[in-house]
């Protein structure tokens, strides 16, 4: 965030607000399926952000190498790899679409799925009920299309209409956020927009931006359209809230750049504008 933003505090206050998230805490102190997506979702962001800047080749390998590797840990991540991989072979062009250079992102993301291939050897000596049998092809393919709950469902219990809730778990994400976020977001969120508009003014463009609204505003609306869990049993939506940490690390993201944007633009670019911004960050954290 720091790299996109040219804003070191607009990095800190980004990062800080996610990892004191109690949301995100929660699912950070243990070994959990949840707190190794927000890692690797992040290092899918940061790698994106080092391409755009450096535009070296290695820095796409190792995001399809990423986007690979998360896929096999969690399917949600494919609402943010399948968009952001689009736009960045747009950006990369030729670079990356020559036939050597795009067979090779394949091939990394090929690589980063191989964990599955441990699983039909795992489930030889599993315990029952651990993983399914894994070991056939049926239960190989019940296991990494889920099945159980339904591909990209959540609760095989409750087929539910497709965004029959949607407005409903918007609302109850937007007031988590804003909690998260000690109330910021409603103000920094706004200024991300402004930002965008001054740079289209002077006719340059934050694609960068873009790509990150376009990539919550899709995971957000897709993934409450195909959630059917009842929100209204604590338990499950006690389930259901641990996917809104992939939302969140977008979120406060864009709320740590227009932290960065506000005070520059504000206060000017002045020792006194520096001195406000690096004032209030820690304070915010």
Known sequence: LGLWSESVWAGVVGAGLL???????????????????????????????????????????????TIGLGLSNQHTLLFYAGPLALFMLAVGGSDLLTPQRFASLVLCGI???????????????????????????????????????GTFRLYSGNEGKFGGQLVEALRLYALNLMSSSLYIAPLLVPACFARCIVMLQKGSADLYM???????????VLFHCLSNLPLDQPLYFGVHTRFWMQGHIVAFAVIGSGYGWVFRTS?????LGRGVADGVAPLLV
Not at 267 to 271: A, D, K, M
Request: proline share 4%.
């Open 19 to 65: 990892a004191f998230c109690p949301l995100v805490w929660m699912y950070s102190i243990q070994a959990e399926v949840f707190a190794l997506n927000n890692c690797l979702v992040s290092a899918l962001l940061y790698l994106s952000v080092l391409y755009l800047q450096t535009k070296r080749p290695h820095h796409a390998f190792l995001g399809a190498f």
């Open 111 to 149: 690589l980063g799925l191989t964990p599955y291939i441990y699983l039909p050897v795992a489930g030889r000596s599993a315990a029952f009920g651990a993983w399914g049998e894994v070991d056939t092809l049926g239960g190989f393919l019940t296991h990494f299309l889920r099945k159980e709950y």
């Open 210 to 220: 873009a790509c990150l609204v376009s990539l919550f505003g899709f995971y957000m």
């Open 267 to 271: 206060l000017g670019r002045g020792g």
